[in-house]
């Protein structure tokens, strides 16, 4: 949103069609952009302090109502870093928690400390402790390896087949196309936590078999996005020149396709990292995560409820963490959609009619 | 036109088929036992054995699966293994919660997602949308029953405004149906927020506002009606949050309702009754997907042009 109206102003600024980002098309040496993003660069410096000197000192005829633009423009783009900033911040924490909870936590997180069942938030328990005496925030710090690795497992196996299944089809199109979509029909057809509720039903609750159900659900979004990518791509001329010169599809798909459709997928990827997260605590909630002695932010809620009237501490504050975890590794990865997927964006003008994804539709 | 429904119908048919063949094999043929589960951890084999053939498990996957489509094609979804009841007599049973607290909540979620769309777009760029809209982030981030837990805490422990405990009023439907609502209303109200500001920017909106029209009647006759065809065919991943969050709002709030029914089942190691549940679940959502198709034909009249055309 805040970047959105950033690209306008640039747009405005050196009409600069929604395309890859300024910086990006700048890394090309002498390419048209090239001398506008030095230009945009030179007159960096005196965005940053908007002071009037600045504005006289800009190289443009600069007018008042110019002059607000920009300094808007620097304002906002502050706010816009302090948000990135503040996840980038967040989401080094969690990892932190989840590769050293020792350096993090003050107590063992089974460590029962028998005055302080169910006491709230004081100086020796700061996020309080719950029905078993154990302090909750310790019990947070902990619990942030199983999110994470569950998150990111479920992310990596789900894009994994996801895009393998989405460039085939795409790349291969016909019947192997129409194959894979009708899959992909059907296997959205079964609302997500159901099919994960039946998959654990079949094996039983483990840590394999969450990331399984999390990875299965995700599967035809990368699948769908990436088909159309690959379809897109197909038919341009590097595609056609390499297959001409006998390259393999295997090498094809690897060396050509791929590479065009890594920008969406990371995309995905990272905004599905929430998602799994999400999914993996509702799971857990309902009795089919992992429930041995790991802790977990679903299933410690799950546990708290219980003493809801008694202990606010004990749901509040494990709910709290997750909450945070999924808002930064969101921001994080709308952030990479604006900067790697400009098409993407709801109205940041049309793109030209020649882009591949045009073609496809 | 008729065409086109009646293969889009077929498409419909065939995808229902194709879950039911889906769940059939993770159920039936993924390693874990269904005759261990049932006969429990510590069993004796024979016993396990026993529970194999009871309820013909030992039979050859490709026999099972004709059986099981045969009986589903007769309406029979199975019998619980552990209430020996018919599948779809607890099913049908437990349905009109489920409908009730999903429409309620769809209803819900249009008004707040409309509405709350509308306000955003109208006052775009300004502190009242940035608002919304980080409300709307916080919100998709939020697990749907930690939100609930949060507003049992402060609406019934801390403020006792509602009960949750079902005492023959409505009132303790608030907090399920508004929770449910406002999870699923936020990618309505980005979708309406989103499509209003696009719409405002088109040629016609330029035209109309050329030839005099009000600032008001614009954007809530001309342009809203525009925003609001992608927002119909939203509801098929509505309906997809619907199903999934009433699982767990169910349970949370420990109402009746065919979700609750799942996860109990799943409890009791009750498969027949899991794959009704999921199934029946699967077969409203390809239904709701197949309605919105059509409507969309019905009240837009592109897309029958296009039909024409093509």
């Not at chain 2, 608030?174 to 040629?203: A, M, N, Q, W, Y």
Request: net charge positive; with cysteine; hydrophobic share 50%.
């Amino acid at each position: 949103m805040i970047e959105r109206g950033l690209d306008r102003v640039r747009e405005g600024d050196g009409a600069l069609p929604a395309g890859v980002s300024l910086e990006a098309r700048a890394t090309r040496p002498g390419s048209v952009w090239s001398g506008l993003a030095r230009r945009l660069e030179r007159e960096a410096p005196s965005l940053d302090d908007a002071g009037p000197a600045a504005s006289a000192d800009s190289s443009q005829p600069g007018s008042n109502g110019e002059a607000a633009v920009r300094r808007a423009r620097a304002r906002r783009l502050s706010l816009a870093q302090v948000l990135l900033l503040s996840s980038f911040a967040a989401v080094a924490f969690f990892i932190l928690c989840a590769l050293v909870p020792e350096w993090v936590a003050p107590y063992a997180p089974t460590l029962m400390h028998g005055d302080a069942v169910l006491t709230g938030p004081s100086a020796e328990h700061w996020l309080g402790a719950d029905q078993f005496g154990r302090d909750v925030f310790s019990l947070v710090v902990y619990g942030a390896r199983q999110s994470l690795l569950v998150g990111v497992s479920a992310v990596l196996v789900g894009c994994g087949v996801g895009v393998s299944i989405g460039l085939v089809a795409g790349y291969f199109g016909g019947w192997v196309d129409l194959l894979a979509m009708r899959l992909i029909d059907i296997w959205m057809a079964v609302p997500n936590i159901l099919l994960a509720i039946a998959l654990s039903t079949a094996l039983g609750p483990s840590l394999g078999t969450t990331i399984l159900a999390v990875s299965v659900a995700s599967v035809p979004r990368y699948a769908r996005v990436l088909r159309g990518r690959a379809l897109a791509v197909r038919g341009q001329m590097f595609v056609l020149a390499a297959r001409a010169s006998g390259a393999s599809h295997l090498a094809i798909l690897r060396g050509h396709i791929l590479p065009h459709c890594i920008a969406p997928a990371l995309v995905l990827a990272t905004l599905g990292v929430g998602n799994a997260i999400l999914m993996a605590s509702g799971l857990s909630f309902l009795g089919l995560g992992v429930n041995d002695d790991r802790p977990d932010w679903g299933y410690q809620l799950t546990q708290a409820r219980a003493y809801l009237t008694v202990a606010w501490w004990a749901v509040t504050f494990p709910g709290l963490a997750l909450t945070a975890l999924v808002i930064s590794v969101n921001l994080l990865g709308d952030a990479l959609r604006r900067r790697l997927d400009p098409h993407g964006r709801a109205h940041g003008g049309n793109p030209p009619a020649t882009t591949p994804r045009e073609r496809a539709a | 036109m008729m065409r086109q429904l009646l293969a889009r119908v077929f498409a419909s048919i065939s995808v229902v088929f194709g879950a039911v063949t889906l769940l059939f094999l993770i159920l039936n043929w993924l390693p874990g036992d269904p005759a261990t589960l049932i006969a429990g951890q510590d069993a004796s084999a024979e016993m396990i054995e026993r529970v194999r053939t009871q309820i013909g498990l030992g039979r050859p996957i490709g026999e099972q699966y004709r059986d099981y489509i045969a009986s589903l094609l007769r309406g029979d979804l199975g019998t619980s293994y552990v209430t020996r009841e018919p599948v779809l007599d607890r099913i049908s049973s437990q349905f009109p919660a489920t409908l009730s607290l999903t429409l309620g909540a769809s209803l819900v979620a249009v008004v707040v997602g409309v509405g709350l769309g509308v306000v955003s777009a109208r006052y775009h760029g300004r502190w009242l949308d940035q608002l919304i809209q980080s409300a709307a982030l916080a919100l998709v981030s939020v697990p749907a029953f930690w939100l609930g837990i949060l507003s049992i805490l402060v609406f019934s422990v801390w403020l006792g405004w509602l009960p949750v405990l079902d005492d023959g009023t409505f009132w303790p439907s608030v907090l399920p149906v508004g929770c449910l609502g406002v999870f699923v209303s936020v990618p309505l109200l980005r979708l309406v927020r989103d499509g209003l500001i696009g719409t405002l920017s088109e040629p016609f909106v330029m035209t109309l506002r050329a030839k005099g029209l009000g600032e008001r009647r614009l954007f809530f006759v001309h342009a809203l009606r525009n925003a609001l065809i992608p927002a119909v065919s939203l509801l098929s991943v509505l309906i997809g949050d619907l199903l999934a969050g009433a699982v767990i709002i169910e349970t949370l709030f420990a109402r009746q309702g065919v979700g609750r029914l799942a996860v109990e089942a799943i409890g009791s190691k009750d498969l027949p009754m899991v794959q009704g549940a999921i199934l029946f679940a699967s077969t409203g959502y390809v239904l709701v997907n197949l309605l919105v198709d059509v409507a969309i034909v019905a009240i837009d009249p592109r897309t029958r042009a296009r039909a024409r055309g093509a």
